[in-house]
């Protein structure tokens, strides 16, 4: 199983409400990835999991909230988002950290997210 | 900080032509990886490369890797309509071994 699944594949939300973005990989993977992509961009990296671990935050605001709760378990909860949020979260694993062999990024479909 | 630049943005091509798109860093890197994602679509993992000058060959793609491990390039030959997209370089900086930075990208039109 080389898949990494994310839930919902569409979200549209307004800026007071709560809601999580959910991802999962059966590939027993040790690194785990959030990313967010504008239209016409590169994937932007937000949150880095290694070993179940936060082991990088590229200073992303605080109503963005990550959260590992195993190593085949990636969530993003997010909260009072604001319009320019808007865009593809996609969600990323690797068999190990950067560095070396084992590091290609396996993504998943991506979440779609619409903040009114 | 480290950048990663590619160039062009974008390349419309006849099929059949070739097609190459290059890729640079600031920093040396420690290994660079390739993707494609098409139209609609997510990243796909093309390939990575490690070592100084290593040169990689899949069917109609040959990825090489620069001899100062700085830069990188991705060449098509004879391109094809399942080639559109847009191609990614992804550099792994040396001194930081959970990240890779992502290039701009060079978005691919192939015209029939």
């Known amino acids: 199983d080389t898949e990494v699944t994310q839930t919902p594949k569409h979200l549209v939300m307004g800026m007071t409400n709560k809601k999580s973005l959910k991802c999962e990989q059966h590939?027993?993977?040790?690194?785990m990835y959030w990313y967010k992509q504008k239209a016409k961009k590169p994937p932007e990296l937000m949150f880095v999991?290694?070993?179940?671990?936060l082991s990088i935050n590229e200073s992303v605001p605080s109503r963005f909230s990550p959260e590992c709760p195993n190593s085949s378990l990636l969530n993003l909860h997010l909260h009072a988002l604001q319009p320019e949020d808007s865009a593809l979260y996609l969600c990323a694993s690797s068999q190990w950290g950067a560095g070396g062999l084992g590091h290609e990024q396996y993504f998943g479909p991506g979440t779609r997210l619409t903040v009114t | 900080g480290q950048q990663v630049m590619q160039i062009p943005q974008y390349q419309h091509v006849q099929e059949g032509e070739d097609f190459t798109t290059y890729c640079n860093s600031s920093t040396t890197l420690s290994n660079i990886q390739w993707y494609k994602q098409r139209p609609g679509g997510h990243p796909v993992f093309l390939i990575q490369?490690?070592?100084?000058?290593e040169v990689k060959k899949q069917k109609r793609l040959t990825f090489q890797f620069g001899e100062a491990k700085k830069n990188s390039s991705l060449h098509i030959t004879a391109t094809q309509t399942t080639d559109v997209g847009t191609y990614f370089c992804?550099?792994?900086?040396?001194?930081?071994?959970?990240?890779?930075?992502f290039g701009p990208g060079t978005s691919l039109s192939v015209i029939p």
């Open positions: 992804a550099g792994a900086r040396k001194t930081s071994y959970d990240k890779v930075i």
């Open positions: 999991y290694s070993y179940e671990k």
């Open positions: 490369l490690v070592k100084s000058g």
């Open positions: 590939m027993g993977h040790r690194a």
